[in-house]
């Protein structure tokens, strides 16, 4: 790594990556300069279509890459955490999309991974990394709402495409471990950690939850109400509630120009916050960067990272057992 610049690998041709691609070089003092397939002719024909300067047939032989400093991990989420330790123990910095892992063993493993490597190892919820997230939570704490009584959210698109690998539950598919991972983090951006969840699942036949629906309860009276699913029309909503208002984040995780918060207290007082125009993965990218390149503190740590994958574990557990569950963090 030179001291200026952050070289990036992508490690796998998945679709989001067109989200970063452009992030990656939007950002000063990064650059993005090798993707990685199983197939060598589709990692070239990648390479070719998005101006990559060099492709691999394997993940392997671009973490043996010296000239690669960082890389970003969009495979399946059963691969996260595996391929996450591998890199960091290649000497890479990690940038994994979510959820970081699928088991709080899983988390734990990537955080030995990146205190014993010294890499920086950050989960991808780029949503969390906009202004309008941070100022949301200093509203809050504010006094904003009064005393918060109910955040919700909810993520649900119809996912149409049979063979996604969102359906299958040897890659860890369903619902909640995709969309649903973006309410759950909002509700504990907002609220912390909760004491107990209770889930419900409609299951597919291949046994992955097509819809998920969820509470989250707190010892200080909030509950927290989240859905998400993969048969509903697309909807994103986000909402703390409290004893002297309510603010509404419309067009929340997918965040663009039309994201902004609505500040409404009793029948005819309402404010707009807005911020400038900015991608979140870029942001998200430049935080990144800043905390490899500076040694800058990220906005979301792999403690809560972990804390996010515990409580999506626990609603799973929940569902399951048809019991409200205590989530167990430490």
Not at 56 to 83: F, Q
Request: negative net charge.
């Amino acid at each position: 790594m030179t001291d200026t610049t952050l070289r990036w690998g992508l490690l796998s041709t998945a679709r989001i990556n067109e989200r970063l691609i452009p992030a990656i070089r939007a950002t000063e003092r990064a650059e993005l300069v090798a993707v990685a397939s199983r197939d060598l002719a589709r990692a070239e024909a990648y390479a070719a279509e998005h101006k990559i300067p060099r492709a691999y047939g394997s993940y392997e032989a671009l973490l043996d890459d010296p000239e690669v400093d960082a890389v970003y991990i969009s495979l399946p989420n059963s691969l996260h955490a595996e391929w996450t330790i591998c890199a960091a123990q290649a000497g890479k910095h990690v940038l994994c999309e979510k959820p970081l892992a699928v088991s709080v063993e899983q988390c734990d493993q990537v955080i030995a991974a990146a205190e014993s490597s010294g890499r920086v190892i950050a989960e991808a919820v780029m949503y969390l990394y906009h202004p309008l997230l941070q100022r949301l939570r200093e509203m809050v704490k504010e006094g904003a709402v009064g005393q918060v009584t109910l955040v919700r959210g909810a993520f649900s698109f119809f996912l149409d495409r049979l063979n996604d690998v969102r359906w299958r539950p040897e890659l860890a598919g369903g619902s909640l471990w995709d969309v649903g991972s973006y309410p759950v983090s909002f509700i504990r951006w907002v609220a912390g950690e909760p004491e107990e969840v209770f889930g419900w699942q409609v299951l597919t036949s291949s046994g992955v939850d097509a819809t998920f629906a969820g509470l989250l309860r707190y010892d200080n009276g909030v509950l927290g109400v989240m859905d998400c699913g993969f048969r509903q029309q697309f909807r994103v909503q986000a909402e703390v509630t409290g004893t002297e208002g309510t603010l509404t984040l419309e067009r929340p995780y997918l965040m663009n120009a039309q994201s902004r918060i609505v500040w409404q207290r009793g029948l005819d007082q309402e404010q707009v916050i807005t911020s400038p125009e900015i991608n979140p993965y870029e942001c998200e990218v430049r935080a990144f960067t800043r905390a490899v390149l500076e040694g800058a503190p990220l906005p979301v740590s792999l403690e809560s990272s972990r804390a996010n994958v515990a409580t999506l574990v626990t609603l799973y557990e929940s569902a399951r057992t048809g019991q409200p569950c205590r989530v167990l963090v430490w």
